[in-house]
T-cell receptor
Framework: SAVISQKPSRDICQRGTSLTIQCQVD?????MFWYRQQPGQSLTLIAT?????????ESGFVIDKFPISRPNLTFSTLTVSNMSPEDSSIYLC???????????FGSGTRLTVV | GQSLEQPSEVTAVEGAIVQINCTYQTSGFYGLSWYQQHDGGAPTFLSY????GLEETGRFSSFLSRSDSYGYLLLQELQMKDSASYFCAVSNSGGYQKVTFGTGTKLQVIP
């Protein structure tokens, strides 16, 4: 299965600033998925990123707050913009394995906004 | 809409067997998968059931009943390292398998 390198692993940011999270996959994939996991909670899909097209956002998430780039088939970034303490979460990128029907996740970015 | 229900916490003894249930309500159901997540770690894929019945992978087995909108994860010969959160997830499309995750079950294995 694919291996995903995600960085940064954690960060503490001031409110009002932005943080860009990067994910690099060791193979080409059509779609990459960005999730948020608030403390002690389940995973919520933020958006699906296709190469060469605009990301598709889930209800409750907007491009101005979470802009996504997908410049090629192995790389994607998620930016958390104008951060507030409510954005403190773990952010995860993932790719789907069509053989196992399972998702492989990056190691996650633990974000704390102060 | 979609909803998945799991018990929030389960405690079991090392060496024993534990079953974690998942009931779901969704439109266009395609399959049920399970993920393990240790504290501070990322979720890791355990199993997928697209058809009714039992799938076995080592000490872990997963079951699906489409007619009952129900599945479970069975962990045998529990080890301390199995202490983690377990999430069921429903797929509702046959393409890239967009999934919705359940609320998670925190399993504590005690000596």
């Amino acid at each position: 299965s694919a291996v995903i390198s995600q960085k940064p692993s954690r960060d503490i940011c001031q409110r009002g600033t932005s943080l860009t999270i990067q994910c690099q996959v060791d193979s080409q994939v059509t779609m990459m998925f960005w999730y948020r996991q608030q403390p002690g909670q389940s995973l919520t899909l933020i958006a699906t990123a296709n190469q060469g097209s605009e990301a598709t956002y889930e209800s409750g998430f907007v491009i101005d707050k979470f802009p996504i780039s997908r410049p090629n088939l192995t790389f994607s970034t998620l930016t958390v913009s104008n951060m507030s303490p409510e954005d403190s979460s773990i952010y995860l990128c993932s790719v789907w394995n069509p053989v196992t029907y399972g998702y492989t996740f990056g190691s996650g970015t633990r974000l704390t906004v102060v | 809409g979609q909803s998945l229900e799991q018990p929030s916490e389960v405690t079991a003894v090392e060496g024993a067997i534990v079953q974690i249930n998942c009931t779901y309500q969704t439109s266009g159901f395609y399959g049920l998968s399970w993920y393990q997540q240790h504290d501070g770690g990322a979720p890791t894929f355990l199993s997928y059931n697209g058809l009714d019945g039992l799938e076995e992978t080592g000490r872990f087995s997963s079951f699906l009943s489409r007619s009952d909108s129900y599945g479970y994860l069975l962990l045998q010969e529990l080890q301390m390292k199995d202490s983690a959160s377990y999430f069921c997830a429903v797929s509702n499309s046959g393409g890239y398998q967009k999934v919705t995750f359940g609320t998670g079950t925190k399993l504590q294995v005690i000596p």
